[in-house]
C-alpha cells in the first residue's frame, strides 16, 4: 500500500499540471493534520506559498494562481496562519478540469 502511494506521488510530481499537485497536496494536509471546524476542516500547521511552492518544487506565482480561484470561490481561506478548507472536493474537481458546481468558475 505504501509503494502504491509513492507511486502515485511520483507520477504526480513528475506529469500532473500544477494545479492538480496543489491539491493533492492540501488534502494530504487535511488528512494528516486537518481538524474538523464549523466553518470546514483547519490546518493547523504554518503554511506559507513559499513552503508548498518548496513542496512541490514549484513557483510561488504557481501556488497563488491555484488559491487565487479557490479563496474567490469560498472554498478556501486563511484563519490566524491557518488554512481552512471549506470545501475540499471541489478543489480537488476543479483541479482535474471540472466541478461539482460549475456555475462558480470563471
Not at 494530504?28 to 506559498?49: C, K
Not at 501556488?63 to 487565487?68: E, G, H, P, T, Y
Request: glycine share 6%; hydrophobic share 45%; with cysteine.
Amino acid at each position: 500500500l505504501q509503494l502504491e502511494r509513492r507511486k502515485r506521488m511520483l507520477y504526480s510530481m513528475a506529469f500532473e499540471p500544477v494545479r492538480m499537485r496543489v491539491a493533492r497536496l492540501l488534502a494530504a494536509y487535511v488528512e494528516l493534520f486537518g481538524i474538523p471546524d464549523a466553518d470546514g476542516v483547519r490546518i493547523p500547521v504554518d503554511l506559507s506559498y513559499e513552503r508548498l511552492a518548496q513542496d512541490l518544487g514549484v513557483s510561488t506565482r504557481s501556488i497563488d494562481r491555484a488559491f487565487m480561484q479557490w479563496t474567490r470561490n469560498g472554498w478556501i481561506g486563511k484563519r490566524a496562519r491557518c488554512f481552512l478548507v471549506r470545501d475540499l472536493a471541489e478543489i480537488l474537481a476543479s483541479a482535474e478540469g471540472g466541478s461539482c458546481d460549475d456555475s462558480r468558475i470563471d
